[in-house]
């Protein structure tokens, strides 16, 4: 019978945050497929968890995927993580998981932190509906077409992004989709941890001042609804321009009615009594 693969959320600052069954998980599997097994040996001392560590990460994910799958099917079980906080969001893990749904092989879920969760969760943002929009890309004309993608987006966006790359990303977010209000929430569950709750042009100008250090997530209000469609235009104001035009009442209430799309006997009373005197 295949061995499970664990899915386990670990902590993106604070220690504490390793939940006890995240605790118990990594202290059972076989062995830990981790995102750096440097990062993954700090997590495993911290909580004296003796267990070996294989490399999972960007760069060698097909390989190491296929052998992964291939000790699982053979009944070994297996703990996967990242440098911090839910694999596969933003991290690697995706793959592995699809390998092992495709070969049947069982996947479980060992949750907790997210630092988008987290960032969502004190950013005091909508949270009724929202999207998760990651990293932006670097590469010119994929950057170009994320932005365009939301220009139009009317849910809370989540970004990630690195410090160096902060205020870059600002004054691209600020100059395709306008002047709106944003949350950076930074270093959550660290030392550092902050929320400044601001608008993007004033968060351009704060870190051009202010060079960004820490992590960072982004909490972007969605697009502002489009203005209330405007009073419906009144029926009796048309007909009497077409009165002033020459027109008959009948005349005037029929092509009033068929412009404004509305049935001729609706109008036709309002219009007699108001205007008939004046014909
Ligand atoms: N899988 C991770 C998760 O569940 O949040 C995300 C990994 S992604 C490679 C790293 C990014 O997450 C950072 O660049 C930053 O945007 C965000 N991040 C991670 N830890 C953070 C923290 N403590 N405070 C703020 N942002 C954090």
Redesign the pocket.
């Known amino acids: 019978m295949a061995g499970t693969l664990y899915v386990v959320?670990t902590p993106?600052?604070n220690l504490g945050d390793l939940s006890p069954r995240a605790q118990q998980v990594l202290a059972q599997v076989d062995f830990i497929a981790a995102e750096d097994t440097r990062v993954g040996a700090k997590l495993l001392n911290r909580f004296e968890i003796k267990k070996p560590q294989i490399s999972y990460f960007e760069h060698n994910r097909r390989a190491k995927g296929e052998q992964i799958a291939a000790r699982l099917e053979a009944g070994e079980s297996c703990a996967l993580i990242?440098?911090?906080?839910?694999?596969?969001?933003?991290?690697p893990g995706t793959d592995l998981v699809d390998i092992c749904a495709q070969r049947g092989i069982p996947v479980v879920a060992v949750p907790g932190?997210?630092?988008?969760i987290?960032?969502l969760s004190i950013a005091g943002m909508d949270c009724g509906r929202w999207c998760f929009e990651g990293?932006l890309s670097v590469n010119k004309k994929s950057r170009r077409e994320h932005l365009e993608d939301i220009r139009g987006e009317r849910r809370t966006m989540v970004?990630?992004?690195?410090p160096h790359k902060l205020l870059r990303t600002l004054e691209d977010l600020h100059q395709v989709l306008g002047d709106r209000p944003i949350a950076l929430?930074?270093?959550?569950?660290?030392i550092h941890?902050e929320v400044y709750r601001t608008t993007l042009a004033q968060a351009v100008e704060h870190y051009r001042e202010n060079p960004p250090r820490?992590?960072?997530?982004l909490v972007l209000a969605g697009a502002p609804k489009p203005q209330e469609d405007e009073a419906p235009p009144d029926p009796m104001e048309a007909v009497e321009a077409l009165l002033a035009q020459g027109c008959s009442i009948s005349e005037a209430v029929k092509r009033a009615a068929k412009e404004l799309g509305v049935p001729k006997n609706s109008i036709y009373n309002q219009a007699m009594e108001r205007f008939s005197q004046k014909e």
Do not use: Q, W
């Open positions: 959320a993106i600052g990242t440098d911090a906080g839910t694999p596969a969001i933003s991290d932190p997210c630092a988008a987290a960032a990293f970004f990630y992004e690195a929430v930074r270093e959550i569950t660290k941890e820490g992590e960072f997530v």
